[in-house]
């Protein structure tokens, strides 16, 4: 009897895996404004943007709905600039690739603003239904984490 209630124990449970939700981000300050490359977990991108979780993302489905991850970028990830105006983040969509990491996937977009890097701030809210959600910022030989808790990381107060 105790084999019994042992195996249906052993049964009636169920092991999830969890891998924590992480994008990256490398920023430099250059001549012409703020220069970035941030890096998105596909997986991340699928769930967030409400594709179908029972495929695979393909390129082609990237490049399908680029105007959607687009929109979305640009109503979670800002840039202000020291007297609080909004900065104008673009991306080239032609310019996108994969990479691995970890066994993972990630589109990389290369990210380009006017704004001086070093009089701005960063305002990241991308993945707030992953509540484990961090992005990783590189920047000037330093790394920070941005997340739901700390979602602004001030450049100002890190500038040389």
């Known amino acids: 009897m105790k084999w019994f209630a042992v195996i249906s124990l052993c049964l009636s449970c169920s092991v999830s ?8 981000m490398q920023l430099q300050n250059t001549e012409a404004g703020l220069s970035a490359t941030l890096e998105l977990s596909i997986v991340d991108l699928q769930q967030a943007l409400n594709w179908p979780a029972d495929q695979d993302v393909r390129w082609s489905d990237i ?3 680029k105007t959607q991850i687009i929109n979305y970028l640009q109503q979670h990830l800002h840039v ?34 006017t704004c001086d890097a070093q009089q701005s701030s960063l ?19 330093k790394q920070w984490v941005v997340s739901q808790q700390s979602p602004a ?6 500038a040389p």
């Open 80 to 113: 202000k600039s020291k007297q609080n105006n909004s900065c104008v983040l673009e991306t080239e969509a032609n310019a996108w690739i994969a990479v691995e990491k970890n066994q993972t996937y990630y589109l990389s977009l290369p990210l380009f603003s």
């Open 63 to 65: 490049q399908k709905n």
């Open 123 to 141: 305002h990241y809210q991308l993945f707030s239904e992953l509540h484990d959600h961090k992005l990783l910022v590189s920047w000037q030989d």
């Open 17 to 24: 895996a969890h891998s924590l939700s992480t994008a990256f």
């Open 153 to 158: 990381l001030n450049l100002t107060q890190m």
